[in-house]
Each structure stands twice: as structure tokens, then as C-alpha cells.
């Protein structure tokens, strides 16, 4: 994003890192289903092609 705006933000973090933090999260959150063994939703883009 080449220009911002205050809508650009929410509490003082960027639509960017707001993103991140949330790639983040869901990873970390598959990372302990898979240390507990319970099932881990995905989506498999061949399958929505179809």
C-alpha cells in the first residue's frame, strides 16, 4: 500500500501487519491440534476448481 489514511489502522497496527499477525496465529494454533491430534481444517485449491 502506497498511500494511508487513518482508516489504515486499527489500534496503531497496519492493515499489513494485522495480516501477518493473524497468518501467524493460525499457524500457531494448527501447531498445537497437531500436538494434541485434533483434526486441522485446510483448504485445498485443486478441489475448488473442480
Known sequence: MSEKNELDYTCGVSDDELTELFKESI???????????????GFDIRLSQE
Open 27 to 41: 499457524r500457531i494454533d494448527n501447531e498445537i491440534r497437531k500436538i494434541k491430534g485434533l483434526p486441522i481444517s
